[in-house]
């Protein structure tokens, strides 16, 4: 019996595939956002790297997530706020440009090792290492 070959193609195709479990619509503060808001935010895990991380631009993520939708750059950066303010994902600077780190993304994501790794300046809050390790 012969291994089936994948390509290489395909690898990087099916590394990017997300999922969403039975828990994310019971969640409260999701559900007290916009539906088009938590769309958004479920499309952010599509184009975020292997770590939940990606840049912060709205008009990009307006293409890529909500392209087919009447809505304003300046709306989508309202509703990235918004996932901001909720505690979903953390809107961060970094070495002079802007960044997304979706909360708690490896935990509820597993992606392959085969997706990729951008290599984004990870957010590092010292308030939150000096509470998690120094209590």
Sequence with gaps: M???QISPEFQRQMAKIRRISPPFYNNDTLGNLPPLTRFLFIGLWCIADREGR???RPIAIKKAIL???DV???QVDGMLQEL???GL???YQAEDSSFIQV???TYHQNPDVYSNR???QRYFDRRYFDRQFND
């Design 72 to 74: 304003t750059i300046g």
């Design 118 to 120: 951008a290599g984004y």
């Design 2 to 4: 012969s291994k089936m």
């Design 67 to 69: 392209g087919y939708d």
């Design 84 to 86: 901001h303010n909720a």
């Design 89 to 91: 994902i953390i809107r």
């Design 54 to 56: 990606l840049q912060d």
């Design 103 to 105: 909360a708690d993304f």
